[in-house]
């Protein structure tokens, strides 16, 4: 029997979110997003150079490495295994995994969205400890929705869930439509585009934009709302640190895993 045999290919990838998204889009998901101390990188298994070509002019992909493989060996490294992010919460990759939990079926595909990445698994257990069942949940930056269909399947009362990116937005309502939850998902760029109010506030975004959240987050919440933040390597610590402070919202906890930090705030 013959084995099949494709190219493992190392791109640089200074956009991730909208890789992911543009590859989603698609219908490709024999891919990974890496963030290492270095960089972010794009590993993908692919013969189609008018993919990588398309990735270069679209989203400003570098090739720098490339190896051929054998279909096992990547079907391995991209995990296509359920995992449990937080308690009694399963993410399942393959849609044939039977558990007596809460199962949320995400296709396989990169770190980022499918919630393996450091930082989703941050924000996802400190949800987990402070939502209440019925809260208001706002999820900026929502990118596949995994934190929104983990909100309201925790009991959320209403979830509305924001991406600046259109494609970001579909692919979301379509993980929605399939985990059988009510979210409203809808394009803003941060806070923009969303109105009302909130009774806990989640977000997995870079430093910057988490410091341009902070300074508007008081249009969406009121006095005992949370806000959980993640997305934020451990050097800049500090800068997230003094924008909670300048808007005088409280450290109720911080966690760390795999160099990286999320905050969980509230508003006095």
């Known amino acids: 029997m013959s084995v099949r045999k494709t190219i493992e290919w190392l791109l640089t990838c200074p956009d991730p979110e909208g890789v992911e998204g ?9 891919f990974a997003i890496e963030v290492v101390e270095n960089g972010t990188f794009l590993r993908i298994y692919t013969d189609d150079g008018s993919l990588l070509e398309e990735l270069r002019l679209r989203l400003g992909c570098v090739p720098i490495d490339k190896k051929l493989t ?6 391995v490294y991209l995990r296509l295994k359920p ?19 809460i199962v949320i079926k995400m296709k396989p595909s990169a770190a980022f969205g499918t919630g393996d990445h450091p930082t989703t698994k941050l924000v996802a257990r400190l949800m987990y400890d402070h939502l209440k069942s019925k809260d208001r949940v706002l999820d900026v930056g929502c990118g596949t ?7 309201k399947k925790l009991n959320a009362k209403k979830v509305v869930a924001v991406d600046n990116d259109p494609l970001a937005v579909e692919i979301a309502k379509e993980f929605a439509r399939k985990n059988r939850v009510q979210i409203d998902i809808k394009i803003s760029d941060l806070l923009e585009n969303v109105s009302g109010t909130f009774d806990l506030v989640v977000a997995n975004l870079t430093t910057n934009l988490i410091v341009s959240l902070l300074e508007q987050v008081g249009k969406v919440t009121e006095s005992g709302s949370i806000i959980i933040v993640s997305g934020i390597p451990t050097v800049d610590s500090e800068k997230v640190k003094l924008a909670a402070k300048e808007k005088n919202l409280h450290i109720l906890e911080e966690a760390e895993l795999e160099g990286w930090k999320a905050f969980c705030l509230k508003r006095p």
């Open 70 to 75: 054998q279909e096992r060996d990547w079907f």
């Open 83 to 101: 995992f449990e992010i937080v308690p009694n919460v399963w993410i399942d990759p393959t849609h044939r995994f039977k558990k007596d939990a």
């Open 22 to 30: 543009f590859l989603l889009g698609l219908n490709f998901f024999n």
């Open 145 to 151: 929705g995994i934190l929104a269909i983990i909100a």
